[in-house]
């Protein structure tokens, strides 16, 4: 059985990552939500001093400052909590972003379940849905530092706003270092005959770790990664749910609208095939350890394992 190796969290990969990537491009600029200690943009803030905006918490003037720095040339990068830039400023994004389909990039930090001890009002496991519904968005959840690393140059490059997950754990390492991100691309993780599994952002290595546990019970899992949920990689999608025949979406976010519903809502109009949605069942989350979290709402690995492998009995 493979078990895959630790690593960062993501959050720290983005902040050495954007650090090193303004080191060759001078449009890039960084605001903050005073979060910066939590999202590490302090980096980038040391390194950079002069191209650091500290905004305070008044994200909605943060967004409209981004969305007027972009018209000037420059690749703003917002950072804060999800559930600040998504929900608070949703206002601003809709009309000053992404009518005009602004090149901003929006660090959506702190997103899912695993938030800390910051309490309920800051667990955001609803952003993906809110987010994917807004035109001209792109969204792209990684899950580990490597893809991290590899998806941040890659949306630099891209002219357009763009939604940027990142958790706040640190999340074991799925791709080797030659692995390269391809905006509005799936990913084959592990090749299987029984039942597809399409996950996105960190769940997919507790999606990987159930696919191991079940192959020795005799399961083949066909594990997709999606890390682009907007623009969705129909081709892939159609093709991993044609090669088994059965589907089951797993993410650390509401089945109201996200992963799942974007693989739903592909597969109803190009290849109708049975599946299962895994992820938070329409609820609000709590405080408390990681572990104990996951287990509670049905996304720990082992209820990841439990999951697909009733689906698979009850096919």
Same mark, same amino acid.
Do not use: W
């Given at each position: 059985m493979t078990t895959l190796a630790k690593g960062k969290a993501l959050r720290l990969a983005f902040g050495e990552t954007i650090t090193e990537l303004a080191e060759t491009d001078q449009r890039l600029v960084v605001l903050d939500g005073d979060t910066g200690s939590s999202t590490f943009t302090s980096i980038f803030e040391a390194e950079h001093p002069d191209r650091f905006f500290q905004m305070g918490i008044t994200e909605q003037n943060m967004l409209g400052m981004a969305a007027g720095m972009a018209t000037l040339g420059l690749v703003p990068i917002v950072s804060t909590f999800?559930?600040?830039?998504?929900?608070?400023a949703h206002d601003?994004?809709?009309?000053?972003?992404?009518?005009?389909?602004?090149?901003?990039?929006?660090?959506?930090? @702190?997103?899912?379940?695993?938030?800390?001890?910051t309490g309920k009002t800051h667990l955001m496991f609803d952003d993906i849905s809110i987010m994917r519904a807004m035109a001209n968005m792109t969204v792209v959840a990684p899950v580990d530092e490597v893809e991290t690393r590899s998806a941040l140059a890659a949306i630099m490059e891209y002219d357009g706003p763009? @939604?940027?997950r990142l958790n706040r754990p640190d999340t074991p390492i799925v791709f080797d270092d030659d692995y390269q991100f391809?905006?509005?691309?799936?990913?084959?993780?592990r090749e299987g005959s029984d039942v597809?599994?399409?996950?996105?952002?960190?769940?997919? %290595?507790?999606?990987f770790e159930a696919a191991e546990v079940l192959a020795l019970e005799g399961i083949d899992v066909h594990l997709v990664h999606v890390p682009t949920v907007k623009?969705?990689?129909?081709?892939?999608v159609v093709a991993a749910a044609k090669k088994t025949g059965l589907v089951?979406?797993?993410?650390?976010?509401?089945?109201?609208?996200?992963?799942?519903g974007a693989i739903a809502?592909?597969?109803?109009?190009?290849?109708?095939?049975?599946?299962?949605?895994?992820?938070?069942?329409?609820?609000?989350?709590? %405080?408390?350890?990681?572990?104990?979290?996951?287990?509670? @709402?049905?996304? %720990?690995?082992?209820?990841?394992?439990?999951?697909?492998?009733?689906?698979?009995?009850?096919?």
């Open positions: 999800s559930c600040f830039i998504v929900s608070r601003s994004i809709r009309v000053l972003i992404a009518q005009p389909k602004a090149n901003v990039k929006m660090m959506g930090g @702190y997103a899912g379940l695993l938030a800390g001890m763009v @939604y940027f391809v905006l509005g691309k799936a990913v084959v993780v597809t599994v399409f996950s996105t952002g960190t769940q997919t %290595s507790r999606a623009p969705l990689d129909v081709d892939t089951v979406t797993s993410e650390e976010h509401t089945v109201v609208g996200g992963l799942g809502e592909a597969l109803a109009m190009n290849a109708p095939t049975p599946m299962v949605l895994h992820g938070l069942q329409d609820v609000f989350g709590e %405080s408390g350890p990681d572990g104990p979290l996951l287990d509670k @709402y049905g996304i %720990s690995a082992g209820k990841t394992a439990a999951a697909i492998k009733g689906a698979v009995e009850n096919q």
